[in-house]
């Protein structure tokens, strides 16, 4: 049966969601770091310019020892999102010119990994790729616990301690070597359509990737015992690119080649990017409310969500979580002036309708984790059995992502979400209600995680990103 090649031009084609019978018409490539500053904890790749790239691409790290003349280890990389928490920012240029520019993207991908899978999902199946398994279970005693008997974590014979008995991280010859698909990266937007790439001709498309210095921002230690910011370090020089590509014929490309002569090709494309702002409850007393007031100029861009997380900027030892939490800060009062109008009718104080709004941003797909696990609130508190195990105090309320949804019902990139035209402001009011676990009296980050719709637009001499 012969193939219709124009299907294979279509930006629509992702190897996943289209799979091809013919395995020669897909090609794997295994690209070295082309440039890398240990100094910087920086590297980049140069992408084959070749067919069209698929979201099968992956970059393959291996956490590493950093003293050398260590034989034994209790560390593991965190068991929420792998080694994806290990990057610190993620920079895709085409042309020299930035298409993605993305600050802890592993924050933005906890919401996607845990409303699209389930723990067991996550927990036997990508821990194997990117090192995370996180179950929970309930107690006979009607508390709820972290599921020791699923994960890779289990209790000392010898002692009362936990430990951990595969993904250790070692000496280079025996570390685990963890592969982070490029949709985990920002680059989500090839989950839609691929990109094709052999468009580029001679221009570069570059993958530019920092790390975190602190190796307890995606490092924990089941057992307990406290470790330093710099025990574990990425091997930079053992990092690989590998990209999936769908290959064309060549009287496809040149033809294509040939049109884009005449009529640039456009690629919209859905974006992400932060911007920060600060959380500061550090002289609220517990049960007191505290107002924070954010203004964010989208600068007249299109948004269709917009999650917001409150982070810790001083990691510390952890059992399970490293810092890829986002620390749920107790009851919360919300209302949010989108162009000049209240979104709500009036404050959203009901936490049930708050946890739901990530719901409604999601596609209806909710968040597959506990209550506790998402926040702790003073309904929490008195109405559920809380544990004493470390395990389940280390994750309690780590896991409070809040989005909303600005999406009109339409579809396609542009023209689905809503375009600012003022300055948003948003009205968030909190009540600590713990101390510790989380720790909800304390100064953090606020992260606004903003998709916005974009248009690459590559033409025969060249690139042009607008929004």
């Not at 009109?408 to 023209?415: L, T």
Request: proline residues 4%.
């Amino acid at each position: 049966m012969s193939l219709d090649l124009n299907d294979y031009f279509s930006l629509g084609l992702e190897s996943t969601n289209n799979p091809i019978e013919n395995a020669g018409m897909i090609n794997v490539f295994r690209t070295p770091v082309d440039t890398s500053s240990t100094n910087l904890n920086r590297i980049t790749f140069k992408f084959p310019k070749t067919g069209m790239l698929t979201a099968d691409s992956m970059i393959t790290l291996q956490p590493i020892l950093s003293d050398s003349t260590q034989t034994q280890s209790f560390l593991t990389p965190n068991f929420i999102n792998g080694m994806i928490g290990s990057i610190k920012r993620t920079r895709l240029l085409v042309d020299n010119k930035v298409l993605i520019d993305l600050e802890r993207p592993a924050l933005a991908e906890n919401v996607k990994l845990y409303s699209r899978n389930t723990q067991v999902e996550l927990a036997e199946k990508e821990y194997k790729l990117m090192g995370n398994q996180f179950r929970t279970k309930t107690n006979t005693d009607g508390s709820e616990g972290f599921d020791i008997n699923e994960t890779r974590v289990f209790d000392n014979q010898n002692n009362p301690n936990r430990t951990i008995s595969k993904n250790i991280i070692l000496q280079e010859v025996s570390s685990k070597v963890y592969g982070i698909p490029l949709r985990h990266l920002g680059c989500d937007f090839l989950e839609a359509a691929a990109l094709p790439v052999f468009l580029l001709g001679h221009r570069e498309m570059i993958l530019e990737l920092e790390f975190f210095a602190d190796c307890r921002e995606y490092v924990c230690n089941p057992e307990g015992a406290s470790f330093n910011a710099g025990d574990v370090k990425i091997n930079l020089a053992n990092a690989e690119l590998v990209s999936t590509h769908v290959m064309l014929p060549p009287e496809v490309e040149a033809n294509e080649i040939s049109n884009m002569a005449r009529q640039p090709v456009s690629y919209p494309l859905l974006d992400k990017y932060v911007v920060k702002g600060v959380i500061d409850t550090g002289s609220t007393n517990i049960g007191q409310q505290k107002s924070e007031t954010y203004r964010i100029n989208f600068q007249n861009r299109e948004v269709h969500n917009l999650m917001m997380c409150s982070v810790d900027n001083s990691p510390e030892t952890t059992l399970l979580c490293g810092n890829q939490k986002s620390i749920g800060m107790g009851d919360e009062n919300l209302q949010l002036k989108i162009n000049g109008l209240n979104l709500f009718d009036r404050p959203i104080n009901s936490q049930p309708l708050i946890y739901q709004l990530t719901t409604y941003s999601e596609d209806g797909r909710t968040l597959k984790v506990p209550l506790n696990a998402w926040n702790v609130t003073d309904l929490t508190l008195t109405s559920y059995k809380q544990s004493a195990d470390p395990l389940y105090l280390d994750y309690r309320g780590n896991f409070h992502y809040l989005k909303i949804d600005f999406s009109n019902g339409n579809q396609g990139v542009f023209g689905s979400g809503t375009t600012m035209k003022t300055a948003a402001e948003i009205d968030y009011k909190i009540t600590p209600i713990t101390a510790a676990s989380p720790k909800q009296q304390s100064k953090n980050d606020m992260f606004f995680y903003v998709t916005i719709s974009k248009l690459l637009s590559i033409g025969s001499n060249q690139v042009n990103i607008s929004y």
